[in-house]
Protein backbone atom coordinates (compact mmCIF):
# COMPACT_ATOMS: atom_id res chain seq x y z
CA UNK A 1 0.00 0.00 0.00
CA UNK A 2 1.16 3.45 -0.48
CA UNK A 3 0.75 6.32 2.08
CA UNK A 4 1.62 9.69 2.33
CA UNK A 5 3.09 11.94 5.64
CA UNK A 6 3.01 15.82 5.85
CA UNK A 7 4.10 15.73 9.82
CA UNK A 8 3.12 19.85 10.41
CA UNK A 9 -0.23 20.80 9.95
CA UNK A 10 0.76 24.37 9.90
CA UNK A 11 4.26 26.53 8.82
CA UNK A 12 4.28 30.11 9.52
CA UNK A 13 6.94 31.41 7.89
CA UNK A 14 7.77 35.52 6.86
CA UNK A 15 7.48 36.98 3.73
CA UNK A 16 10.68 37.12 1.62
CA UNK A 17 11.98 34.30 4.05
CA UNK A 18 12.49 30.82 2.55
CA UNK A 19 9.79 27.93 2.96
CA UNK A 20 10.00 24.41 3.50
CA UNK A 21 6.42 22.34 3.85
CA UNK A 22 7.85 18.59 4.27
CA UNK A 23 6.48 15.24 3.28
CA UNK A 24 7.52 11.52 3.79
CA UNK A 25 6.16 8.60 1.59
CA UNK A 26 5.95 4.91 1.35
CA UNK A 27 5.28 3.08 -1.42
CA UNK A 28 6.59 -0.69 -2.36
CA UNK A 29 7.73 -0.26 -5.53
CA UNK A 30 9.20 3.31 -7.08
CA UNK A 31 7.46 6.18 -6.44
CA UNK A 32 5.98 9.11 -8.62
CA UNK A 33 5.67 12.06 -6.39
CA UNK A 34 3.33 15.56 -6.93
CA UNK A 35 2.37 18.43 -4.70
CA UNK A 36 -0.74 20.19 -5.06
CA UNK A 37 -1.76 23.68 -3.70
CA UNK A 38 -5.68 24.58 -3.22
CA UNK A 39 -7.06 28.44 -2.59
CA UNK A 40 -9.62 29.00 0.19
CA UNK A 41 -13.14 27.32 -1.61
CA UNK A 42 -11.17 26.03 -5.38
CA UNK A 43 -10.40 22.79 -6.03
CA UNK A 44 -6.73 21.39 -6.04
CA UNK A 45 -4.15 23.17 -8.71
CA UNK A 46 -1.08 20.79 -9.19
CA UNK A 47 2.38 22.48 -9.06
CA UNK A 48 4.94 20.01 -9.72
CA UNK A 49 6.15 16.56 -10.00
CA UNK A 50 9.06 14.20 -9.71
CA UNK A 51 9.05 11.44 -12.23
CA UNK A 52 12.54 10.64 -12.66
CA UNK A 53 16.07 12.13 -13.07
CA UNK A 54 17.38 14.87 -11.34
CA UNK A 55 15.96 14.82 -7.68
CA UNK A 56 15.16 18.75 -7.74
CA UNK A 57 12.31 19.96 -9.11
CA UNK A 58 10.89 22.64 -10.75
CA UNK A 59 7.37 23.89 -10.55
CA UNK A 60 5.04 26.46 -10.96
CA UNK A 61 5.08 30.08 -9.31
CA UNK A 62 8.80 29.81 -8.43
CA UNK A 63 8.01 26.31 -6.26
CA UNK A 64 10.15 23.63 -6.30
CA UNK A 65 10.54 20.02 -4.62
CA UNK A 66 13.87 17.81 -3.71
CA UNK A 67 13.40 13.82 -3.82
CA UNK A 68 15.71 12.23 -1.44
CA UNK A 69 15.35 8.02 -2.12
CA UNK A 70 17.06 7.62 1.06
CA UNK A 71 15.10 9.07 3.73
CA UNK A 72 11.94 8.60 1.42
CA UNK A 73 11.15 12.41 1.27
CA UNK A 74 9.81 14.84 -0.97
CA UNK A 75 9.71 18.35 0.29
CA UNK A 76 8.71 21.61 -1.18
CA UNK A 77 10.27 24.37 -1.09
CA UNK A 78 10.68 28.15 -2.28
CA UNK A 79 13.39 30.19 -1.82
CA UNK A 80 11.28 33.38 -0.89
CA UNK A 81 7.73 33.19 0.39
CA UNK A 82 5.26 35.29 -0.53
CA UNK A 83 1.70 36.46 0.82
CA UNK A 84 0.02 35.19 -1.75
CA UNK A 85 1.50 31.70 -1.04
CA UNK A 86 -0.57 31.33 1.67
CA UNK A 87 -2.70 28.30 0.90
CA UNK A 88 -3.17 24.78 1.89
CA UNK A 89 -0.77 22.18 0.24
CA UNK A 90 -0.76 18.34 -0.26
CA UNK A 91 1.59 15.80 -0.91
CA UNK A 92 0.59 12.94 -2.98
CA UNK A 93 2.31 9.60 -4.39
CA UNK A 94 1.38 7.26 -6.89
CA UNK A 95 2.81 3.46 -7.01
CA UNK A 96 4.21 2.46 -9.95
CA UNK A 97 2.93 -1.18 -8.71
CA UNK A 98 0.23 -2.94 -7.74
CA UNK A 99 -1.99 0.39 -8.77
CA UNK A 100 -4.63 -0.76 -10.86
CA UNK A 101 -6.35 2.53 -10.66
CA UNK A 102 -3.03 4.83 -11.31
CA UNK A 103 -4.16 6.34 -8.41
CA UNK A 104 -2.77 8.78 -5.83
CA UNK A 105 -2.69 9.02 -2.01
CA UNK A 106 -2.65 12.16 -0.33
CA UNK A 107 -1.50 13.38 2.67
CA UNK A 108 -3.68 15.01 5.24
CA UNK A 109 -2.13 18.87 3.93
CA UNK A 110 -0.32 21.75 5.23
CA UNK A 111 -1.19 25.27 5.72
CA UNK A 112 1.14 27.69 4.66
CA UNK A 113 0.75 31.22 6.73
CA UNK A 114 3.01 33.83 5.55
CA UNK A 115 3.00 37.02 6.97
CA UNK A 116 4.02 40.22 5.85
CA UNK B 1 -11.32 24.27 -22.36
CA UNK B 2 -13.29 24.23 -19.25
CA UNK B 3 -11.49 20.85 -17.42
CA UNK B 4 -13.31 19.30 -14.87
CA UNK B 5 -16.65 20.62 -14.36
CA UNK B 6 -19.07 19.79 -10.73
CA UNK B 7 -22.38 20.54 -9.93
CA UNK B 8 -23.68 21.82 -7.68
CA UNK B 9 -21.33 23.99 -5.45
CA UNK B 10 -23.46 23.70 -2.83
CA UNK B 11 -25.89 21.50 -1.54
CA UNK B 12 -27.88 21.27 1.96
CA UNK B 13 -29.85 17.72 2.29
CA UNK B 14 -31.95 15.99 4.96
CA UNK B 15 -31.14 13.18 6.39
CA UNK B 16 -32.42 10.20 4.23
CA UNK B 17 -32.49 12.50 1.32
CA UNK B 18 -30.76 11.07 -2.17
CA UNK B 19 -28.83 13.38 -4.63
CA UNK B 20 -26.47 12.78 -7.40
CA UNK B 21 -23.33 15.11 -7.85
CA UNK B 22 -22.69 15.77 -11.59
CA UNK B 23 -19.00 15.77 -12.88
CA UNK B 24 -18.22 16.22 -16.55
CA UNK B 25 -14.50 16.78 -18.31
CA UNK B 26 -13.88 17.51 -21.28
CA UNK B 27 -10.35 16.79 -21.84
CA UNK B 28 -10.98 12.94 -23.28
CA UNK B 29 -9.37 11.88 -20.59
CA UNK B 30 -10.12 8.05 -19.48
CA UNK B 31 -9.87 7.76 -15.52
CA UNK B 32 -12.09 9.66 -13.17
CA UNK B 33 -12.02 9.83 -9.38
CA UNK B 34 -14.18 11.59 -6.94
CA UNK B 35 -12.48 12.23 -3.55
CA UNK B 36 -14.00 13.68 -0.45
CA UNK B 37 -12.01 16.35 1.86
CA UNK B 38 -12.96 16.35 5.88
CA UNK B 39 -10.98 19.03 7.87
CA UNK B 40 -7.90 18.04 8.57
CA UNK B 41 -8.17 15.13 6.87
CA UNK B 42 -7.00 15.37 3.33
CA UNK B 43 -8.65 13.39 0.55
CA UNK B 44 -9.76 10.10 0.63
CA UNK B 45 -10.75 8.30 -2.87
CA UNK B 46 -14.29 7.14 -3.10
CA UNK B 47 -14.37 5.27 -6.53
CA UNK B 48 -12.71 5.70 -9.32
CA UNK B 49 -13.01 4.64 -12.94
CA UNK B 50 -10.26 3.52 -15.95
CA UNK B 51 -12.79 3.87 -18.72
CA UNK B 52 -16.58 3.81 -19.73
CA UNK B 53 -18.49 1.34 -18.31
CA UNK B 54 -15.66 0.66 -15.92
CA UNK B 55 -15.28 1.41 -11.87
CA UNK B 56 -14.58 0.06 -8.68
CA UNK B 57 -14.25 1.29 -5.23
CA UNK B 58 -11.78 3.56 -3.38
CA UNK B 59 -11.07 3.64 0.20
CA UNK B 60 -14.38 5.14 1.32
CA UNK B 61 -16.91 3.72 -0.80
CA UNK B 62 -19.73 3.26 1.60
CA UNK B 63 -22.87 4.86 1.31
CA UNK B 64 -22.03 5.87 -2.69
CA UNK B 65 -22.52 4.68 -5.64
CA UNK B 66 -21.34 5.62 -9.33
CA UNK B 67 -21.71 5.06 -13.00
CA UNK B 68 -18.91 5.74 -15.90
CA UNK B 69 -21.63 5.78 -19.01
CA UNK B 70 -19.71 8.03 -20.85
CA UNK B 71 -16.09 9.29 -20.86
CA UNK B 72 -16.81 12.65 -19.92
CA UNK B 73 -19.63 11.86 -17.34
CA UNK B 74 -18.97 10.10 -13.94
CA UNK B 75 -21.79 11.27 -11.41
CA UNK B 76 -21.76 10.34 -7.70
CA UNK B 77 -24.75 9.17 -5.94
CA UNK B 78 -25.65 9.64 -2.08
CA UNK B 79 -28.90 7.05 -1.77
CA UNK B 80 -29.58 7.69 1.61
CA UNK B 81 -27.95 10.53 3.17
CA UNK B 82 -26.37 10.65 6.63
CA UNK B 83 -24.78 13.58 8.51
CA UNK B 84 -21.27 11.57 8.43
CA UNK B 85 -21.76 12.44 4.40
CA UNK B 86 -21.06 16.34 5.29
CA UNK B 87 -17.96 17.31 3.39
CA UNK B 88 -16.27 18.79 -0.10
CA UNK B 89 -16.23 16.35 -2.32
CA UNK B 90 -13.92 16.67 -5.58
CA UNK B 91 -13.83 15.08 -8.71
CA UNK B 92 -11.15 14.61 -10.90
CA UNK B 93 -9.75 13.32 -13.75
CA UNK B 94 -6.45 11.94 -15.49
CA UNK B 95 -5.16 10.87 -18.62
CA UNK B 96 -4.52 7.84 -17.49
CA UNK B 97 -0.50 7.28 -17.44
CA UNK B 98 1.76 6.92 -14.63
CA UNK B 99 3.39 10.25 -14.52
CA UNK B 100 0.44 12.24 -15.40
CA UNK B 101 -1.53 14.78 -12.62
CA UNK B 102 -5.07 15.51 -11.73
CA UNK B 103 -7.25 17.41 -12.79
CA UNK B 104 -9.85 18.88 -10.25
CA UNK B 105 -13.07 20.09 -10.12
CA UNK B 106 -13.95 23.14 -7.91
CA UNK B 107 -15.82 21.00 -5.74
CA UNK B 108 -19.38 20.45 -4.33
CA UNK B 109 -19.82 21.55 -0.71
CA UNK B 110 -22.43 18.92 0.68
CA UNK B 111 -24.24 19.43 4.11
CA UNK B 112 -26.57 17.01 5.65
CA UNK B 113 -28.63 17.72 8.70
Known amino acids: AQSVAQPEDQVNVAEGNPLTVKCTYSVSGNPYLFWYVQYPNRGLQFLLK??????LVKGSYGFEAEFNKSQTSFHLKKPSALVSDSALYFC??????????????FGGGTRLMVKP | NAGVTQTPKFRILKIGQSMTLQCTQD?????MYWYRQDPGMGLKLIYYSVGAGITDKGEVPNGYNVSRSTTEDFPLRLELAAPSQTSVYFC????????????FGEGSRLTVL
Open chain 2, 92 to 103: ASTDGTLTGELF
Open chain 1, 92 to 105: AVRDMNNNAGNMLT
Open chain 2, 27 to 31: MNHNY
Open chain 1, 50 to 55: YITGDN
